[in-house]
C-alpha cells in the first residue's frame, strides 16, 4: 500500500483505470492558445438574462467598466433582501458552446448584498456544459460563493443541475483525491463540496483566480488560486455555453479567457506528478 500511495487510481467513463503520479503539475503548453472572452469595454459575445425577463435591467445588472466585469453595478445595495423573489438572479452566456477546454477568470467581492443574501451569503459562479439557458440552467457550476459567518470557503464546489457524474470525497462528503484517501461516490447530481483548506481571498478585497479544466464528457477539473479544489470523471454532458452568475453579492471578474483543444487530453497532464 506503501507503494501505492504517492498515485491517483481514476476511473473515467470508458470503464478503465489510469494510474497517475501525484507530486508534480504539469499541463499542455500551459500558458499558450488562450483567447480573451471579454473585451474589456462591452459585453460583445456574451447575452444577458434575468429570472425577470427584464434587458434593460440586466444592463444595469453586467456593466463593463475598467477592464472589469462589475455586477450589480447599477442597483443599490439592498435590493429585494430578503423579500425572496430574487428577480435580479441572472447570467451573462457566451454565444457560443464549448466542450473541451480551459476556462480562466477572475473574481473579487465588492460591498453590495442583495436577493436571498441572507440564506446564500456571497454566492455567484460560472457554469458550463449548459443545455438550456433558463435562471438557474441545466449544466455545471463552479460555484464561487463565501460564507463570512461561518468563515467557510465554497468557491471551487460543483453544483449539477440535470447532469450527472462520479467523484471522490472524505468519509465527512468533502472532496479529496484518492492518493489522499478520497473515496469513489455513486454516479449524483447535485452539491459537491471542494476541498477543504484551500486558498481564498474572502473579504480582503483580493482577486481570485479559478480554472476549470474540461474535456467533453471525460471529465472536469476545478482550480482555486492554482490548487486542484474538485474534480469529477463521467459527465452525462459534453458541451454547452458558459456563463457567470449574479446572485446574491456585488462581485466583479475580469481577465475571462479560454483556451480550446481538437481532441481529448489526458487527465494525468492536468494533474500533480
Not at 110 to 139: C, E, L
Not at 168 to 190: H, I, V
Amino acid at each position: 500500500m506503501k507503494h501505492l500511495a504517492p498515485y491517483l487510481a481514476l476511473a473515467v467513463s470508458t470503464g478503465f483505470v489510469l494510474l497517475l503520479p501525484l507530486n508534480s503539475f504539469g499541463g499542455p503548453d500551459a500558458e499558450a492558445g488562450f483567447t480573451s472572452l471579454f473585451n474589456g469595454k462591452d459585453l460583445d459575445g456574451w447575452y444577458l438574462k434575468l429570472r425577470n425577463g427584464d434587458l434593460e435591467m440586466a444592463r444595469r445588472v453586467f456593466v463593463a467598466e475598467d477592464g472589469m466585469v462589475h455586477v450589480f453595478k447599477g442597483l443599490p445595495d439592498g435590493s429585494d433582501l430578503g423579500t425572496g423573489v430574487n428577480p435580479t438572479h441572472g447570467m451573462m452566456y457566451t454565444k457560443k458552446s464549448y466542450s473541451r477546454f480551459i476556462f480562466r477568470f477572475e473574481y473579487k467581492w465588492g460591498t453590495k448584498r442583495m436577493n436571498n443574501f441572507d440564506k446564500y451569503q456571497y454566492d455567484a459562479g460560472m457554469y458550463y456544459h449548459v443545455s438550456d439557458d433558463k435562471i438557474w440552467p441545466v449544466g455545471l457550476e463552479y460555484q464561487v460563493r463565501y460564507d463570512h459567518l461561518a468563515g467557510v470557503n465554497h468557491t471551487g464546489d460543483y453544483v449539477a443541475s440535470g447532469v450527472f457524474f462520479q467523484w471522490y470525497a472524505d468519509k465527512d462528503g468533502t472532496f479529496l483525491l484518492p492518493g489522499e484517501g478520497g473515496r469513489l461516490q455513486s454516479r449524483k447530481s447535485g452539491q459537491h463540496y471542494a476541498k477543504k483548506g484551500a486558498k481564498v481571498h474572502g473579504l480582503d478585497g483580493q482577486w481570485n483566480l479559478c480554472e476549470v479544466i474540461v474535456m467533453g464528457d471525460q471529465y472536469s477539473i476545478h482550480k482555486l488560486n492554482g490548487e486542484i479544489v474538485n474534480l469529477a470523471t463521467g459527465l452525462t454532458a459534453k458541451e454547452g455555453k458558459l456563463g457567470l452568475q449574479s446572485e446574491t453579492a456585488e462581485v466583479f471578474y475580469r481577465n475571462i479567457m479560454i483556451k480550446e483543444f481538437d481532441k481529448d487530453i489526458p487527465i494525468e497532464d492536468f494533474l500533480p506528478r
